[in-house]
C-alpha cells in the first residue's frame, strides 16, 4: 500500500468536525468591493498598528469604511460582518442556499449567502445547533477557534495558552485553538493578556484577515494542480444547447455525452452531435464521449464475450474517436454478468492499447463494493491497471427498487465507499461521481417505500418551499431530510449544497483526481456556487 493511500485510510478514521463561530450586521464596512480605492484614506486610522493591514484590505475590496473618510478601527465587528469579510479574504461567493442552516439567517437578509458558503465549508457554526446570532460581536476567542480550523492545525495539550496571565478565562472548547493561532503568529495577545470574551475590533480584523491573506496565498502555490484536476458533466435529460448553458455555470472542464452504445452485430450505435464538438474546442472543453449498454446483461455478455464481436466493437470505437477527434471515452456498463468479469478486463486492456497511438484517454464507471452481483464483474485493481481512470460511482446508496427509503449517498456510506476503493486503487487515478439528484420517496403506514420518482434539485427545492414542515438537519448522516403529505406520506433526503460540500470535500481529501456529476441538468443553480467555493477553498491550501 502506498504511502499515500496509507496517509489517506488514517485521516478518513478521524472525524470531520469542529466547532466554530464567527459573523455579523450591515454596516458600510462591507460596501461592495467595486467600491473600494487603493488610495482611498481614512483619517482615524494614522495611529491604528494595523494601519497597513487596513490600507490593503480596503484597497483589494475586503473591508469598508464605516462613513466617509472614518473606519472606526476599535469598533466591534459582528459576526455576520466578519464571516462576510473572511469569506471575501478567501475568494469565496455567497451561496443562495434553497435550505438556510440557521434558522435566526432569513434568506432576505444581505448576509445569508455569506454565511452559508461558510456553513456549507464546516467554517462556521452558530451559538447553538440552529441558530447564529448574525448580530452579536465575535470574540477573540471565537476568532481564534475559526482561524485554527481554516489552517487545519492541531492545538495540542493547550500548554502554550498557559503564558496568558488570563488563560484560565479561555473557555475549554477554544484552549487548542488559541495555542495554535498563538504558535502560527495569527494572534499574540497583548500584555500578557489574550482577553478571550472581548470582542474582536475593526483592526483586529483586519490584521487577522491579513496574516490568514498571507498564509493561504503561500499554501495556493503548493496546491495550484488542483485548478486543473477533472470535472466531467454527463449530459443527460438536456438538449445540447440546455448542457452547454449549464457547463459555463459549472466548473466542468470535460463533458462526457451519451453518445456510443452497444449493439447485437459489434457495431455501435452512433449519436454524435456536431454541434456539441465544435462548442468544445471553442470553450476549451474536453469531450471523454460515454460508451453504454443500456444496462443489458445478455447484449453486454454476447459482446465481451466473443472475440470477433469484442474485436469489432473495439475497433469501431477507436474509429469514432480519431474521425471526431474525441480527447477520450468513458465506459460506462452497468448490470453486468459476474461471469463476464475477466472479459469486461479484457475488453479495456485491449481498448486502451488500440487507443494508445491516438494520446486519448479512456476511463471506466464502477460501483461500490459491497460484495454484491451488481459489482461481480469488477476487478477494480486490473481495471484501474488498463484504464487511465475509474469513476467511483457514489450514489444509490438506497436504489430505487428497494423497499427501504433512504439516501441516495450519506456522507458515512461514501466515506466508507472510498475506503474500500482506495484499497484497490490509487486515488490518483480515481474520479469521485457524486449525485446532482435525489429521490422522492413514496411510504406505507409502516415507513416502508411503495413507490418512488427521481428528481432534480430544482424539483426538490420547490418540493421543499411548499412543505408545511421544515427540514431537519441530521448530524450522523450530513443531510436535511423533509417530509410532506399529500393523498400519501413522503420523505426526500436532500442533495443540496451544505450536503453536497461535504462529499466534495471527502474527494479532495482522499486525493481524487477530480469528480463527475450525474448529472448536470439536475442541479440547482446555488449548487455551483457551492462547487465552485470548494474548489477555491482547497486552493488557497485550506
Known sequence: MSSKRSRWLTRLTLSATAAITIFTTFTSYLAAPAAASSGATFQDIAHSYAYQSIISLHAKGILNGTQPGYFSPKKAVTRAEWVTALDRTLGLEPVQAAVSSYRDVAQKTWYYGWIEAASQLNIVQGGTSATFQPNSPITRQEAALMIARLIRSSGGSGNATSSFTDTGEIADWALDAVTTVNRYGFMKGESNYFRPASSLTREETAALLERLLTYSTKHANQTASTASSIRLGWQYDQTVQQFENTVLQSNINTLSPRWFFLNET?????????????????????????????????????????????????????????????????????????????????????????????????????????????????????????????????????????????????????????????????????????????????????????????????????????????????????????????????????????????????????????????????????????????????????
Open 266 to 542: 459489434g457495431s455501435i450505435s452512433d449519436y454524435t452531435n456536431a454541434s456539441l464538438l465544435t462548442w468544445a474546442k471553442q470553450h476549451h472543453k474536453n469531450i471523454w464521449a460515454m460508451v453504454g449498454n443500456r444496462s443489458n446483461l445478455v447484449l453486454t455478455h454476447q459482446i465481451l464475450s466473443s472475440e470477433v464481436l469484442r474485436n469489432k466493437t473495439i475497433t469501431q470505437l477507436a474509429n469514432a474517436v480519431s474521425v471526431y477527434g474525441l480527447n477520450g471515452l468513458v465506459i460506462d456498463f452497468e448490470n453486468v454478468d459476474g461471469q463476464d468479469r475477466a472479459n469486461l478486463t479484457l475488453f479495456v486492456q485491449q481498448l486502451k492499447a488500440k487507443l494508445k497511438s491516438q494520446n486519448t484517454v479512456l476511463a471506466i464507471c464502477v460501483s461500490p463494493d459491497y460484495g454484491t452481483d451488481w459489482t461481480a464483474a469488477f476487478d477494480y485493481k486490473q481495471l484501474g491497471t488498463a484504464a487511465d481512470y475509474l469513476i467511483l460511482m457514489g450514489y444509490d446508496e438506497h436504489w430505487g427498487g428497494s423497499s427501504i427509503p433512504g439516501s441516495v449517498s450519506s456522507l458515512p456510506w461514501l466515506r466508507e465507499s472510498v475506503r474500500r476503493f482506495v484499497q484497490t486503487t490509487y486515488p490518483e487515478k480515481a474520479i469521485l461521481a457524486l449525485p446532482l439528484f435525489t429521490r422522492n420517496w413514496t411510504l406505507n403506514a409502516s415507513g416502508h417505500s411503495i413507490a418512488f420518482s427521481d428528481i432534480s434539485l430544482d424539483q426538490q427545492n420547490q418540493l421543499v418551499s411548499r412543505s408545511v414542515s421544515k427540514p431537519i438537519w441530521n448530524e450522523d448522516i450530513q443531510q436535511y431530510t423533509v417530509s410532506y403529505k399529500d393523498t400519501q406520506l413522503h420523505k426526500l433526503w436532500l442533495e443540496e449544497g451544505r450536503s453536497f460540500t461535504r462529499k466534495y470535500r471527502l474527494g479532495q481529501d482522499a486525493g481524487f483526481a477530480g469528480f463527475a456529476y450525474w448529472y448536470p441538468g439536475g442541479a440547482s443553480s446555488d449548487l455551483w456556487s457551492s462547487v465552485k467555493n470548494a474548489d477555491r477553498f482547497i486552493q488557497r491550501g485550506l
